[in-house]
């Protein structure tokens, strides 16, 4: 059975009287696919949404493990202040033995020339023994000598006895020197073995620090590769989505332009493009570059004032965000039809817009459609 559709209206009042139409018109035009979209739009969300919880787990275990590292830093500097302390100490140790070490050996240096002239007397002792046997003989003649030099004997006994005291009080000296610098020695040596085990840990802790480090580097690395995989992922779903935005949004205004322009405009129907392209070439041919852009134009629609019944054009640029690119698409492809004395008004329609799109609507230079919305409507009373 054949239908004649005149309009747009009719095919919608059929489909209205005849839903059984809808699901194969659907499958001629391709777009049955579009019924799954919001399905395929809500489960990318969700995986999307356990991706990013994935990412902020990990984020998580990698704070963690700072902090790890963070306490293990504080910890190394306490032992290095630890050890500054004991090499400190040591120093101050031998610098106190070294000073001791001195003492005793100028107390030694004086110790062997007291010895000296101790030996140095006792050659003189022996000399003068020599001397008064020598004299024996003449002991009755010098015994006032002998007398003289008898005394002068036994005060040098008397020395000596004293300077053999003041020998043996330096030796106990020097044997409790030596005990001292024995027992400093073993301490030193004790230190010494503290120190090397002491840097045995700090060792042992640079290690595990460094291997926790190439442990963080490689996690890192690991987050940074899944993070931009991630990131193209979403580049290609958000392309993919806009690309739907834009198909859907054009349908939409190609079924409700009416709608979306019956304030203003009336009996607004979707131009037949070869009937419009043998229109304009009956008047003037069209250039490559001006067939190009009527074939590239969203939509072409006939219409008549609401006020005046006067005849036009209305040439559509259709996208989700209007910005001055899509004006200046719709201004340049309505120029074609005004250069061939057509009343061609150039609208752009969509859910958001630039301020420079807004402003170009505030000037009357372009029809702004925002969601039902329209502005700008003072360009359909200029004369093109």
């Known amino acids: 059975m054949t239908m004649p559709f005149e309009t747009l209206e009719d095919l919608i009042r059929a489909l209205e009287q005849h839903p059984e139409w809808r699901e194969p018109l659907l499958r001629a035009l391709g777009l049955d696919r579009l019924r799954d979209l919001p399905d395929q739009i809500a489960a990318m969300r969700e995986e999307n949404e356990r991706r ?34 004991m090499v400190r100490q040591l120093t101050q140790d031998m610098q106190q033995m070294s000073a001791r070490q001195e003492q005793f050996e100028a107390r030694q240096f004086q110790f062997e ?38 005394l002068q004997f036994e005060q040098l006994l ?21 005990q001292r610098m024995t027992e400093r020695q073993e301490q030193f040596e004790a230190r010494q073995l503290q120190f090397e085990q002491l840097l045995q840990r700090m060792t042992e802790r640079q290690e595990q620090f460094e291997q926790q480090m190439r442990q963080f580097a490689e996690q890192m690395l690991q987050l940074s590769q899944r993070t931009a995989h991630l990131e193209e992922k979403y580049d290609r779903l958000a392309g993919e989505v806009s690309s739907l935005k834009g198909i859907v949004l054009e349908l939409k205004y190609r079924e409700r332009a009416a709608s979306f322009f019956g304030r203003y405009l009336r009996k607004v129907q979707l131009a037949s493009i070869d009937d419009l392209i043998e229109t304009l070439e009956a008047v003037k041919p069209l250039s ?38 899509d004006v ?6 309505a120029r074609v039809l005004q250069e061939r004395g057509l009343k061609a008004v150039p609208a752009v329609g969509g859910e958001q817009a630039t301020e420079g799109a807004k402003a170009a609507a505030e000037r009357g230079e372009v029809l702004l459609a925002l969601d039902g919305v329209i502005r700008g409507a003072a360009i359909l009373d200029r004369s093109h």
């Open 113 to 150: 020339q007291l010895l000296q002239r101790m030996i140095e007397r006792q050659e003189q002792s022996e000399a003068r023994q020599l001397q008064f046997e020598q004299l024996l003989q003449r002991m009755a003649e010098r015994q006032e000598q002998f007398e003289a030099h008898q």
């Open 288 to 325: 490559e570059e001006e067939l190009d852009e009527l074939l590239r134009a969203d939509a072409i629609f006939t219409a008549v004032r609401a006020t005046t019944r006067e005849p036009l054009y209305l040439v559509l640029e259709v996208s989700y965000v209007v910005d001055r690119g």
């Open 158 to 178: 008397q020395r000596m006895a004293e300077r053999q005291e003041q020998f043996e009080a330096h030796q106990l000296q020097f044997e409790q020197l030596l």
């Open 328 to 333: 200046g698409r719709a201004i340049q492809r």
């Open 52 to 85: 990013f919880a994935r990412i902020e787990a990990v984020l998580a275990q990698l704070v963690d493990i700072v902090h790890k590292i963070l306490d293990v830093a504080q910890e190394t500097l306490e032992i290095q202040r630890g050890t500054l302390e």
